[in-house]
């Protein structure tokens, strides 16, 4: 019963992974050996797709990129690269070298031309992501040129050269290596060039693992020697290029823990009442690592705060990470000096002070506007409601006592009547300023009318 099982189960992947749908060798030769050469229509194709590609890294269009790629038809010498190595024909691969060589040359030249000429030359995300390659670029080159020698060696290939060629992305590096030259930034040009080269040498060592699995028959004229010592310096190359990657991805894989386990100690740690982290950054400057954390909202004391963040650090596998906290006007202006930042507390002070006396002499104003126009506010009540009144003056004098000193604001109502009040009346009249002017309590004087009088003698005198 096993056996039958284990049967079973073989002849189900084998019938799904068998190789039965392979062209003959000479076919799949034929098609791979006619898009080696990089001559006439082929590398002025290029060299557009090369500037379209440019274009897209300039204006960060990924559309743009992936057309570019798929007009590129630089995958041609590479995958014959693989496939000379796979069959021993020496003399091909020399021919792929050479024009992959002008190709890849013809297609830098370009870009460091359209990138001299062009008006924009800010790195955009495109354009900076070609410059540090890692392990998954070479498992994307190797698994991309698998996809390639399948497909070509196959009946159904479908669109898997074109699928290949924006997986692997030949063309992005090479317009990048422009850009760095043509800026003379040449950490991006030597980034992109190896990561073009790791591409290269991937598909082209995929290829040869097809090859071999497809058991294509090597030419008729085969120097073993020789066939031994390509061997070695395929598999020494592959080695080399490789090493270089893993390094960069160990960085990398560093760099994402330290940036991942930064946000976690600040959205944990940094909890206070009456302050807010209003931004976090983690980064790494000469070989020290660093996280920049701005506060607002009530100033903490910053050494004991220091203090107690960084005995924290070490559970979050950040041990000798330097912590540099902003908070108070350096969060407004951290850029600032110290005589800037005095300077800027000073007048926020000041501003402050004027601001305040304004808004006193703004209410003391209201306040007298209010008392003037309050006689004339209820003067038609008052001819309805007490007709003795003829005049009326709303005042809020300031009291000074001649012993204490002491100032004491009073609410006078000075009044001259027609006719006497009485005792009752006078107090009625006394509740319907209070409540009508909303005043807790108000001191009625009596005014003569010769005092008017006088008043307005001495007015007309004056004018």
């Known amino acids: 019963m096993n056996n039958n099982f284990v049967n079973r189960i073989s ?113 955009h995300s495109e354009l900076l992501a070609r410059t540090s390659p890692t392990i998954y670029d070479v498992l994307i080159g190797f698994f991309g040129g698998g996809a390639g020698i399948i497909g070509l060696g196959s009946r159904s290939k479908g669109n898997v050269i074109p699928g290949v060629a924006i997986a692997t992305a030949l063309m992005p590096p090479l317009c990048t290596a422009g850009y760095g030259l043509a800026t003379l930034q040449f950490h991006y040009f030597l980034g992109a060039s190896y990561l073009f080269i790791i591409n290269s040498i991937y598909i082209a060592f995929a290829t040869y693992i097809g090859v071999k699995l497809f058991k294509y028959k090597p030419v008729a004229t085969v120097d073993a020697d020789r066939a031994h010592r390509v061997m070695r310096i395929v598999y020494t190359l592959a080695i080399l290029t490789m090493l270089p990657s893993i390094w960069l991805t160990y960085n990398m894989f560093r760099q994402n823990k330290f940036q991942v386990n930064s946000q976690r100690f600040v959205t944990e740690e940094c909890r206070f009442p009456s302050t807010q982290v209003l931004s976090s950054d983690a980064y790494v400057s000469n070989g020290e690592r660093y996280i920049k954390i701005a506060l607002i909202g009530k100033v903490l004391p910053e050494d004991s705060l220091n203090m107690a963040l960084s ?22 202006a951290p850029d600032a000096t110290a005589a800037a930042s005095d300077i800027f507390k000073i007048t926020q002070a000041t501003i402050s002070s004027q601001q305040q006396q304004i808004d006193s002499l703004r209410m003391l104003v209201r306040e007298a506007g209010s008392a003037r126009s309050a006689g004339r506010l209820i003067s038609p009540e008052l001819k309805v409601l007490f007709p003795q009144v003829e ?73």
């Open 11 to 123: 002849q189900f992947f084998v019938s799904y992974f068998t190789l039965s749908d392979l062209v003959p060798q000479a076919e799949a030769e034929a098609v791979i050996r006619e898009g080696v050469t990089f001559r006439g229509t082929n590398i002025l194709i290029l060299i557009v797709a090369i500037l379209i590609a440019s274009l897209g890294l300039n204006t960060n269009s990924t559309a743009v990129i992936i057309g570019a790629m798929l007009i590129s038809p630089l995958m041609g010498p590479i995958i014959g690269i693989g496939l000379g190595i796979g069959v021993h024909d020496f003399e091909l691969i020399k021919r792929c070298l050479r024009n992959l060589v002008m190709a890849a040359g013809f297609s830098v030249l370009a870009s460091t031309i359209y990138f001299m000429i062009s008006p924009v030359n800010e790195g």
């Open 311 to 332: 005995s924290r650090l070490s559970y979050y596998g950040l041990g000798g990470t330097r912590l540099m906290i902003v908070q108070g006007d350096a969060v407004a």
């Open 391 to 463: 005049d009326i003056a709303i005042a809020e004098p300031v009291f000074s006592s001649v012993d204490s000193m002491r100032l004491d604001t009073v609410n006078v109502a000075l009044v001259r009547f027609s006719s006497p009040m009485n005792q009752p009346t006078e107090q009625k009249f006394r509740e319907y300023l209070c409540a009508r002017l909303q005043l807790p309590a108000i001191s009625i004087v009596h005014v003569d009318r010769k005092i008017l009088d006088e008043s307005d003698h001495k007015s007309a005198h004056k004018k």
